[in-house]
C-alpha cells in the first residue's frame, strides 16, 4: 500500500528508461540519470570556467600586457565568475541533490520527473548563450559578474545574450528547487519525521527555498536592466530618473542569500561525511539545523555590506555590519558541532574525509576574512580590492568546491559500483590543498596593500606575489586532470567492485541499496526498522523513543 | 489504493502551485523594490537627486561662525550671530573686524557651508569674502553678508552653519585681486 503512495508515477513516467544511448540521456526522468547529467554538466562547465581562470592568471603572471586585450580580459574575469556560480557550483548540488535525496530518504525518484529533465536540459542552452556572447560583435558583458549598470546598459548584445542565460539558469533552478522541496517535505519515508531527515535533505531544502526566493529577483533585476536597455525604461537611468544603485540593492537582495545557496548544501555534505568517518553520530543534530536556518534568514538582511562603499547613511552601515557579524554565530554552531563530532572519533582519513577536513578548516579562514570585510570602515578602504577576491574564493572553491570533491568520493562507489583508488584521491586532495592556497593566500596581501581586482595589468610591487599566485593556478587546474581521471578510471572499474557499504560508519538509507544503485530504488519505501536502525546510529532517534512505537 | 495514488499525486501539484506562485511573487516583489527603494530613500532624507522639499514659507535656523587665524593681529565678531532664513526671502548678516596692531594687515576670509548642501540653499548675494580686504592700523569695520534663500527648504535640516576663516595674505595679492 505505503508503495503506490510514495511513488505514484512509477510506471507511467518512467518510459524513458526503455530508451537506449543518446535518447536515454535526452529523455531521462530517472533521478539518478539527471543527477548524472547535472554533474557531468557542472563538471565541463567547471573546466570551461577554469581555462578562463587560467586564462586570467596567465595574463596577471607579468606587470604588462601580454595575451589580451583589456576588454577581452574584462570578459574573460565576467564569464568566470557567471559560469563558475551558475554553471558549475549550483547545477553540482542539483545534481547531488537529485541523485541523492530520493536515496537518502527512501522515495523512488524525485516528485516530478518531466519537470526534473526540463530544469536540466534548460542548462546547456543557456551556457551556449553565455559561450555565443564571446563571439558576437562587442563580445561578452565585461561589467563583472555582478553587472552592474551603466556599464551593463550599455554594453553590447552579448549583454542581452547573457540576460537571456540568466533567465535559463532562474528557471532551471526554480523548477528545481521546487522538485527539491516537494519530494523532501511529500515523499519521506515513514518514520522519518522533518527533525529526522539526514542534514544533506535539511540544507538542500532551505537552499531550494532560497532559491524560490531569490532567483525571481534576479530574474526581475536583469528584465528591467533588459528593458532599460532596449525599451526605454529607466530603472537604473540616471538620466531618465532611474537609479543605477538601485540595481545594486536588487541585485544584492538576491546575490547575498546566493552565497548561501553555494554554502548551505557543502554544510549539508560535510555533515553526512564527518560523522562517517569520525564512527560517532554528528554533534548537535538539532542546533545544525536550526543554524541552517537561522543562517538562511540572516542572509535576506544583509546585502548592504557589499555596498558600504557606495554611499549609505551611517545607521544603515551600522545595521548591516552587526547583523553580517551575527551570522558568524551559526557559522560558529556549524564548525565547532563538525569539530566536537571529530573529538574523540575514531576517524580515519579516506579522501572524502580529508577533503571534508579541509573543507571546514579553509571555509573558515574565508569566514573570518568575510568577518574583516563586514566592518564597513575596513571594507570601504578593501572594498574591490583583491583581498575580497581571496575571501570568496576561500568560501567557494576551498568551500563549496572541496565539499563537491568530498561529496564525489564519497559515494562514487555507491554512483558506479566501483571503488576509487584512495592513493590518487589522496594525492588529488594533497595537491588541490597545497595549490589553492599558493594560488589565493597571496591575494590577501594584494588585497591589502591596495591592488584592485578586475584590471589586466598593475603596479611594480605587486608582480612577486601575483607570479605566485599564477603558479598556483595553473597547478591547482593541472590536479583537476587528476580527479577527471580518477573518476572515469572508477566507472570503468576502478580498484574493483564496491560493497554496499563502503564505509564502515555510513548510516543512511544510502547505504541500503545495492552499488551500483540500481535504477529503481526504493519502490517499495523502506521498512520502517530500517529507517529507525539508521536514525538511531545517527543518534536522532533513542533506542527507547523507537521502542515506544 | 488509486484513490490515495491520486492524492498524493494532488499534493504534489498542490505544493508545486504554491512554490511557483511564491516564485512569481517574488518576481514582482523585484520589480516593487523600484518604487520601494524611492519611497524609503524619502522617508530616511537620503535621496540627493530629488530632496523632499517643503512648500515656501518654512523657517531654517542659519548659525554665522568665525575663526581668525593665530597669526593675525585682528578679532572678528558675528553681529548677528543666529538668523532665521524664511524660503525664498533674505538673510543679512554683519560682522565686526578691528586690527588691534598699529600696522594695515591684508586679508581674506573664506566661506564654508555646514552642512554642504547648505550652500546650494543659501546663495551669497553679496558678500565680504568675494574680495580681499585691508584693514588700517587700528581701524574697526563693518563688514556684510547677504544670502538668498531657495524657494523651498528641507525641513530635516533644521540648522546651517555659514563659517568664516580669516587668513593674511601678502599685499601683493590684494594688489593682484
Redesign the interface.
Known amino acids: 500500500?505505503m508503495t503506490?503512495?510514495?511513488h505514484?508515477?512509477t510506471h507511467s513516467e518512467h518510459s524513458a528508461e526503455h530508451h537506449a544511448g543518446w535518447a536515454r540521456w535526452l529523455y531521462a526522468t530517472n533521478h539518478k540519470d539527471i543527477g548524472t547529467l547535472y554533474l557531468w554538466f557542472a563538471f565541463a562547465m567547471f573546466i570551461t570556467g577554469g581555462v578562463m581562470a587560467l586564462c586570467i592568471r596567465a595574463e596577471l603572471f607579468h606587470p604588462g600586457m601580454q595575451y589580451w586585450q583589456p576588454e577581452f580580459f574584462n570578459q574573460l574575469t565576467t564569464l568566470h565568475g557567471i559560469i563558475m556560480v551558475f554553471g558549475a557550483i549550483m547545477p553540482a548540488f542539483t545534481g547531488l541533490a537529485n541523485w541523492m535525496l530520493p536515496l537518502m530518504l527512501g522515495a523512488p525518484d524525485m516528485?516530478?520527473a518531466r519537470?526534473n529533465n526540463w530544469s536540466f536540459w534548460l542548462l546547456p542552452p543557456a551556457a551556449a548563450l553565455l559561450l555565443i556572447s564571446l563571439f558576437v560583435p562587442g563580445g561578452a558583458p565585461a561589467g563583472g559578474w555582478t553587472l552592474y549598470p551603466p556599464l551593463s546598459a550599455q554594453a553590447g548584445m552579448g549583454m542581452d545574450l547573457a540576460i537571456f542565460s540568466i533567465h535559463l539558469l532562474g528557471l532551471s533552478s526554480?523548477m528545481g528547487?521546487?522538485n527539491i522541496?516537494?519530494t523532501i517535505?511529500?515523499?519521506r519515508a515513514p518514520g522519518m519525521t522533518m527533525l529526522k531527515m539526514p542534514l544533506f535533505a535539511w540544507t538542500s531544502l532551505v537552499t531550494a527555498y532560497l532559491l524560490?526566493?531569490?532567483?525571481?529577483?534576479?530574474?526581475?533585476?536583469v528584465t528591467?536592466l533588459l528593458t532599460d536597455r532596449h525599451f526605454g525604461t529607466h530603472?537604473f537611468n540616471?538620466a531618465g530618473?532611474g537609479?543605477p544603485v538601485?540595481f545594486q540593492?536588487?541585485f544584492w537582495?538576491f546575490g547575498h542569500p546566493e552565497v548561501y545557496i553555494m554554502a548551505l548544501p557543502a554544510f549539508g555534505i560535510v555533515s553526512q561525511i564527518i560523522p562517517t568517518f569520525a564512527r560517532k553520530p554528528l554533534f548537535g543534530y538539532v542546533s545544525m539545523v536550526y543554524a541552517t536556518c537561522s543562517i538562511a534568514i540572516l542572509s535576506f538582511m544583509v546585502w548592504g555590506h557589499h555596498m558600504f562603499a557606495v554611499g549609505m547613511?551611517a545607521t544603515a552601515q551600522l545595521f548591516f555590519m552587526f547583523l553580517t557579524m551575527l551570522i558568524a554565530v551559526p557559522t560558529g554552531v556549524k564548525v565547532f558541532n563538525w569539530i566536537a563530532t571529530m573529538w574523540q572519533g575514531s576517524m580515519t582519513f579516506e579522501t572524502p574525509m580529508l577533503f571534508a577536513i579541509g573543507f571546514v578548516c579553509l571555509f573558515t579562514v574565508g569566514g573570518f576574512s568575510g568577518l574583516v570585510l563586514s566592518i564597513a570602515p575596513i571594507d570601504t578602504q578593501m572594498q574591490d580590492t583583491y583581498y575580497v577576491v581571496a575571501h570568496f574564493h576561500y568560501v567557494l572553491v576551498a568551500g563549496a568546491l572541496f565539499s563537491l570533491f568530498a561529496a564525489v568520493y564519497y559515494w562514487l562507489p555507491k554512483w558506479t559500483g566501483f571503488m576509487y583508488h584512495e592513493g590518487r584521491g589522496k594525492l588529488h586532495f594533497w595537491w588541490s590543498i597545497v595549490w589553492f592556497n599558493v594560488t589565493f593566500f597571496p591575494m590577501h596581501f594584494l588585497g591589502l596593500a591596495g591592488m584592485p581586482r578586475r584590471i589586466p595589468d598593475y603596479a611594480l610591487q605587486f608582480t612577486d606575489f601575483n607570479a605566485v599566485a599564477s603558479v598556483g593556478a595553473f597547478c591547482f587546474g593541472l590536479g583537476q586532470l587528476l580527479f577527471f581521471y580518477n573518476v572515469i578510471h572508477t566507472i570503468r572499474g576502478g580498484v574493483g567492485p564496491a560493497p554496499d557499504k563502503p564505509w564502515e560508519g555510513g548510516n543512511t538509507l544510502e547505504w541500503e541499496v545495492a552499488s551500483p544503485a540500481p535504477h529503481h530504488t526504493w519502490e517499495s519505501p523502506p521498512d520502517i526498522e530500517l529507517v529507525r536502525r539508521g536514525l538511531i546510529a545517527q543518534a536522532v532517534e533513542h533506542e527507547e523513543e523507537g521502542d515506544a512505537r | 489504493m488509486e484513490s490515495r495514488v491520486i492524492s498524493m499525486q494532488q499534493k504534489n501539484q498542490r505544493l508545486a502551485l504554491k512554490l511557483a506562485l511564491a516564485a512569481l511573487l517574488m518576481f514582482g516583489f523585484g520589480y516593487a523594490l523600484s518604487p520601494f527603494y524611492a519611497a524609503f530613500c524619502q522617508f530616511l532624507g537620503i535621496d540627493r537627486a530629488n530632496a523632499s522639499l517643503t512648500s515656501a514659507g518654512a523657517a531654517l535656523r542659519v548659525e554665522f561662525d568665525v575663526n581668525v587665524a593665530p597669526e593675525i593681529p585682528v578679532t572678528m565678531q558675528a553681529l548677528d550671530g543666529v538668523q532665521v532664513a524664511h524660503a525664498g526671502g533674505q538673510v543679512r548678516a554683519r560682522f565686526l573686524l578691528r586690527n588691534e596692531s598699529d600696522q594695515t594687515v591684508y586679508l581674506r576670509a573664506l566661506p564654508s557651508f555646514a552642512p554642504v548642501r547648505a550652500a546650494g540653499l543659501l546663495q551669497k548675494l553679496e558678500c565680504f569674502c568675494f574680495n580681499a580686504m585691508s584693514l588700517a592700523g587700528n581701524e574697526q569695520r563693518e563688514v556684510t553678508v547677504v544670502l538668498m534663500v531657495a524657494n523651498q527648504l528641507p525641513p530635516e535640516m533644521g540648522a546651517a552653519t555659514l563659517s568664516y576663516s580669516l587668513q593674511k595674505i601678502d599685499p601683493g595679492q590684494l594688489r593682484a585681486m
Open positions: 500500500m503506490s503512495l510514495a505514484p508515477h516528485a516530478f519537470m526554480i528547487s521546487i522541496i516537494t517535505l511529500n515523499m524560490i526566493a531569490v532567483a525571481p529577483v534576479l530574474a526581475g533585476a528591467m530603472f540616471a530618473g537609479d538601485l540593492h536588487i537582495f547613511p
